[in-house]
């Protein structure tokens, strides 16, 4: 199994950025989705999970109306539109694979995670 992000970069408070993870390995659309994140010196959060199907998500409350998170299962491929960027949004994001139907919000629960792709915001 692997997932591979992509779509990360230098880009400048108020700007915004498009992440993409591709799946293989796996049978996608059995899987809900997340993305996660790390910043400096700090626990890797939250952002955002989406079902399996697509049409429930959640988002953290510091995201909620700024990202957007989709998927396609026939290109076996989540993204995650990120508007409004700010300087708290630099970070190392994850994207993540879960048989789990629910608390996708629960990091342990994840069965697959990728390498993560590096998002800096400058202010």
């Known amino acids: 199994v692997q997932l591979q992000a992509s779509g990360g970069g230098l880009v400048q408070a108020g700007g915004s950025l498009r992440l993409s993870c591709a799946a293989s390995g796996l049978t996608f659309s059995n899987y809900a989705m997340g993305w996660f994140r790390q910043a400096p010196g700090k626990e890797r959060e939250f952002v955002t999970a989406i079902n399996r199907s697509g049409p429930s998500t959640q988002y953290a409350d510091s995201v909620k109306g700024r990202f957007t998170i989709s998927r396609d299962n026939a290109k076996n491929t989540m993204y995650l539109q990120m508007n409004s960027l700010n300087s708290e949004d630099t970070a190392v994001y994850y994207c993540?694979?879960?048989?789990?139907?629910?608390?996708?919000?629960?990091?342990?629960?994840?069965?697959?995670w990728g390498q993560g792709t590096l998002v800096t915001v400058s202010s």
């Open positions: 993540a694979a879960t048989r789990r139907l629910y608390e996708l919000r629960y990091q342990p629960g994840y069965d697959y």
